[in-house]
């Protein structure tokens, strides 16, 4: 059973460590667990509040996408490689090469978009090929495509300034599961 399993005790078991860091995001952002390592390992500005936004944001994408979409869905694939590939490399890019800036949000860069959206397509596209290799996805040039039109879609999303306010890794998520479903 456990991790190999195809159905929904798989599903819960992948979801299950995940899971339990929504647990601790939740109780050392609310102030009922302290820990300052943790805060300051997943805050910008060292407040435990913080932990309540972008890193349980982030928890929650990858618990979701486990319990729901456990190894099947492309949709998955697309939403955590945009984030945790995506996203990540948005910023590493973008504070080392991101002099020019986006003239609509002068907080991103064009070269932290540019690496966002190759970042999340050429990860999804490895874990297409990684999970068609086990018989979990069918790849297919469709496929391929869809993984582009939602890992642009995303880098433009996590360009806007609408980004900067709520958290890019809530919307890109959400772009990621809502595109990632009409066209895969």
Known sequence: MGLTSSGRR????????????????????????????????????GD?????????????????????????????????????AGDGMADIVGRRFGRQKIP?????????S????????????GFMYYFASFGYVQKSWEMLLGFLVVSLASAFVESLPISTELDDNLTVTLTSILLGNLVF
Do not use: H
């Open 114 to 125: 540019v690496a966002m959206a190759l970042s999340g397509f050429v990860a999804s596209v």
């Open 48 to 84: 435990r509040r913080e932990l309540l936004k972008g890193p349980l944001y982030y928890a929650l994408t990858i618990t979701g996408a486990c319990a729901i979409y456990w190894r099947t869905s492309p949709v998955a694939i697309a939403a955590i490689c945009n984030l945790c």
């Open 10 to 45: 798989g599903a819960l078991f992948a979801a299950f460590t995940p899971g339990v860091n929504i647990i601790q995001m939740l109780l050392i952002g609310s102030g009922m667990w302290k820990d300052e390592a943790t805060v300051k390992s997943m805050s910008r500005f």
């Open 104 to 112: 609509y949000n002068k907080n991103k860069s064009i070269a932290g």
